[in-house]
């Protein structure tokens, strides 16, 4: 059945490096959304994207859709200790959303 | 604005004692309701989802069930809580499809012990 991944699990970066999530699809995806879930919270609704090749900026944030509307990425520029938590993908299957299992984010002072 | 609200906050429940959980979604009409499940440190699992009154379909079979007596309001419940229950309980609204952009309420942390 239609899975979404996201690589890698977890990624320690120290503050002020880059940071990169990738979420990818074995079906093409009508739409990609991500999410954000800071530790002890809840899953916060970040972003989606529709369109083949899309990209789009929330200031150092950048969301890619693929080409083929199969992959997705998440790029952090120069992270931020407010940028620590759990970042899923979320692409539409059948009459739901299926999650990716997060990349979880630890910065390193 | 729509806000989302779940109680309690946090549960300890013995084994074999019955639960429920509550959401109610404020500030719109017919939402679609969901509620999932996030062991510690795991992703997201889907258990319910609901596109209206009374209308509850069920991804994972297990001893949880739940209903939607309102509109806006959805329970989860069980008659025998096991250790594996134990989790995050999440609920969720979204508003033009079950496809769509997923709102998410604080949680429920639940611990059986």
């Known amino acids: 059945g239609q899975q979404v991944m996201q690589i890698p699990q977890y990624q320690h970066v120290q503050e002020g490096e880059d940071f990169t999530t990738y979420c990818n699809s074995s079906?093409?995806?009508?739409?990609i959304q991500w999410y954000k879930q800071r530790p002890g919270g809840h899953p916060v609704f970040l972003i989606q994207?529709?369109?083949?090749?899309e990209v789009k900026k929330q200031k150092r944030l950048t969301f890619q859709f693929g080409e083929a509307k199969k992959n997705s990425s998440l790029h952090i520029t120069a992270t931020q200790t407010t940028d620590v938590g759990t970042y899923f993908c979320?692409?539409?299957?059948?009459?739901?959303?299926?999650f990716g299992k997060g990349t979880r984010l630890h910065i390193l002072p | 604005s729509q806000t989302i609200h779940q109680w309690p906050a946090t549960l300890v429940q013995p084994v074999g004692s019955p639960l429920s959980l509550e959401c109610t979604v404020e500030?719109?009409?017919?939402?679609?309701l969901y509620w999932y499940r996030q062991a510690a440190g795991r992703g997201l699992q889907l258990l319910f989802y609901?596109?209206?009154?009374?209308?509850i379909s069920s991804e994972v079979p297990q001893n949880l069930s739940a209903s939607r007596p309102q509109d806006r309001q959805f329970i989860l419940s069980s008659k025998k809580l096991l250790l594996s229950d134990s989790g995050f309980y999440l609920c969720?609204?979204?508003?033009?499809?079950?496809?769509?952009?997923?709102?998410f309420g604080p949680g429920t942390r639940l611990t059986v012990l």
């Open positions: 969720a609204w979204s508003l033009t499809g079950t496809t769509d952009t997923q709102y």
């Open positions: 079906t093409t995806l009508s739409n």
């Open positions: 994207l529709v369109k083949s090749g």
């Open positions: 979320a692409g539409p299957k059948l009459d739901k959303i299926i």
């Open positions: 500030g719109t009409s017919n939402p679609n």
């Open positions: 609901s596109v209206g009154i009374g209308q």
